[in-house]
Every structure is written in structure tokens, then in C-alpha cells.
């Protein structure tokens, strides 16, 4: 073997893992932005998991992107489900996972390729986010703690602990270290990866990233955040509200602050977080409940009646079945 071949085996290669549902004219300004990207420095796989979008798209995305490797899975299985559906069909050394509606850049991906090469402890890395307005997305993420689980708690020890909050989050810094950074952007090495057995699918959708940091943190690795380099991240959508869709995603939510809590609170504490997050949560979808009802014909108001409705269904199937974890969540049934 001669050296020009050596060479080129010791590029590493990065695989880009994509879950998808139903967001495809994101999805075309992500692939496109992948697709111009070429570096000396590393060798660019890009794998996407349809999350059975099931409209027709995905035949016409794998006729127009003939080098990305499309899978389709097999249900609507949730966001670290198809995470880990694209590494196990993933041949990098490193992976980033990238939100459909995120725009690459080169050299955020360099930067964070360097990080991850150069510091064997660093088990997650991400950079800047910022709006296509060039806005920076917060970059201050706090684990989930008993002082912090609600907004009023929350903004209280924020005050009560700004001076540590500005040590870490100093905005003269290059590299921060946060708690967590968000699942939109994540780079990892396929060690770590494998160290903490990828995403946990008890989260159907959100806190997932939030548990994948802290896994790593655990494992004594470092969650860092690079602010060398930037990648946009379009967050958002539609303006008008799809009342059913956004009574899904908003019940998810509360249902995977549950999964957390009861994932990596001990003791006392996690049952008084448990009691307190069911007592607030009940109570306040149960007020807003009943102004939902009054006011129904209000596309913000109905969302408020079919929230609790759903929370209701959630607590009840808790009960019954002792579980925490989302029906949608493939683990649900094990």
C-alpha cells in the first residue's frame, strides 16, 4: 500500500443522519447545503429515515438524490427511533444528527469534526444555531431538577444562580460547556455513540437530547457547544395552527418530561417531582380546559379542551398500565 492510499483511508468520514415526517421542502434546503459541501478533510455519507411520511414524496426525493441513502421506516416510530435506525445504516467513524430544517455549513462541520478528534472526553458537540435572520438561538439549557421544572421555579433559579450561569455561559467564550444542547445538532463519534447505546426510544419525541447529554455526562463525557461555527436552523413552520397536530406535540411534551423525570430522578425526589408535575399539569390543563369549552369556536381555545382531554387519556393510561412512555413510543408494549 503506498502513501497516497494510506492517505486517503485515514480520511475520516462523517455520516449525516436526517429524520423525516412529511418535511420535505425543508428537507430539499438540507440536502441541498449538504450536497455542496466537499473537503479534503473527511469523507460526507448522508443517511435519511422517512418516518413513514406515507404521501409519495420519498420516491421522487430518491430519484432526485440518488447519492443520499434513503430508508424508510416503519412507522411514525419517533424522532431517536429513526436517530438510531440512520447509525445502524451509517458507515462514518463520526455522526451528525441534523434536523430536516437545518442549512449545513462546512466549516461548522470541521470545527466540530476537529473538537471531537482532538478531545477524546468530548461525547457530544454542536455550534451556533442561528435564524435565517441570523438571530442565535438560546444557548442557555439547564438540566431538569426539582428547583427548575416550572417556569416560576425556574426563572427564580435562574436569578438566584446567575453568576455561575454567566461563568458557564460567558458570552465572550468560544466553547462553552452547557448541560445540554439541542437534538437538532448533535455531533458524535461513533465511540460514544455505541458508549451509551445511542437515543433512548422511551422518548417518542422531545427531552430526548436532553437525556442522550446527560448519558454521556455520566460516562464522563463533556457536552460542548462551539461558537466558531454557525448552522441555520429554520425553527418554526406553518402560521396558521393545526389544532390536532399541535395537541400531539404539546401533550408529547409533557408525556416525555415524565419519561425524564422517572428515567433519572432518585428517590424522594423524583416522586415529589412526579406528584408536583401531575398536580400542575392537571390542573392547569383542566382550567384552560373548561375556557376551551366556553370558548370553543376559537381555534387556541379548543386546542386548551383537547389538551386536557388528552392529558386526561394519558394519566388514566399511566394508571392502568403503570408506565409513563408515550403509547407512540415502540417501547410502550415492553
Given at each position: ?149 416550572f417556569g416560576l421555579s425556574r426563572a427564580i433559579f435562574k436569578r ?157 393510561n399511566a394508571i392502568f398500565h403503570s408506565t409513563w412512555i408515550s ?8
Amino acid at each position: 500500500m503506498n502513501l497516497q492510499q494510506q492517505e486517503v483511508i485515514a480520511v475520516p468520514k462523517i455520516s449525516v443522519v436526517i429524520v423525516n415526517y412529511r418535511s420535505w421542502k425543508h428537507l430539499t434546503n438540507c440536502l441541498n447545503s449538504l450536497n455542496v459541501i466537499v473537503s479534503e478533510k473527511f469523507n460526507l455519507e448522508v443517511v435519511v429515515v422517512d418516518n413513514c411520511s406515507n404521501d409519495g414524496f420519498l420516491e421522487k426525493f430518491k430519484q432526485k438524490y440518488k447519492a443520499v441513502k434513503f430508508i424508510e421506516n416503519s412507522g411514525n416510530n419517533g424522532f431517536a427511533n429513526g436517530c438510531n435506525v440512520g447509525a445502524k445504516n451509517a458507515n462514518g467513524d463520526y455522526l451528525l444528527f441534523l434536523n430536516p430544517d437545518t442549512i449545513a455549513a462546512k466549516d461548522a462541520l470541521l470545527e466540530m469534526l476537529y473538537l471531537s478528534k482532538t478531545n477524546e472526553d468530548y461525547g457530544i458537540i454542536s455550534c451556533s444555531q442561528v435564524n435565517p435572520k441570523g438571530k442565535r438561538e438560546n444557548e442557555i439549557r439547564l438540566f431538569p431538577k426539582l428547583q427548575t421544572l416550572f417556569g416560576l421555579s425556574r426563572a427564580i433559579f435562574k436569578r438566584t444562580h446567575k453568576k455561575e450561569i454567566h461563568k458557564i455561559y460567558d458570552v465572550n467564550k468560544k466553547v462553552i460547556f452547557p448541560d445540554w444542547v439541542s437534538g437538532s445538532v448533535i455531533f458524535m463519534s461513533k465511540f460514544w455513540f455505541n458508549q451509551v447505546n445511542g437515543w433512548d426510544e422511551n422518548f417518542w419525541m422531545y427531552f430526548e437530547d436532553v437525556d442522550l447529554c446527560k448519558r454521556v455526562q455520566e460516562k464522563k463525557g463533556k457536552v460542548v457547544l462551539s461558537r466558531n461555527a454557525k448552522i441555520i436552523h429554520n425553527h418554526g413552520g406553518a402560521s396558521r395552527l393545526n389544532v390536532k397536530t399541535t395537541s400531539i406535540t404539546k401533550t408529547e411534551v409533557i408525556i416525555s418530561k415524565h419519561v425524564y423525570i422517572n428515567t433519572h430522578f432518585n428517590g424522594l425526589n423524583k416522586f415529589i417531582a412526579l406528584i408536583l408535575l401531575v398536580l400542575n399539569t392537571f390542573l392547569t390543563k383542566f382550567v384552560l380546559g373548561i375556557f376551551g369549552l366556553v370558548f370553543y369556536p376559537i381555534p387556541k381555545m379548543r386546542l386548551q379542551l383537547f389538551l386536557f382531554l388528552k392529558i386526561l387519556s394519558y394519566y388514566a393510561n399511566a394508571i392502568f398500565h403503570s408506565t409513563w412512555i408515550s403509547k407512540k413510543s415502540l417501547n410502550y408494549s415492553k
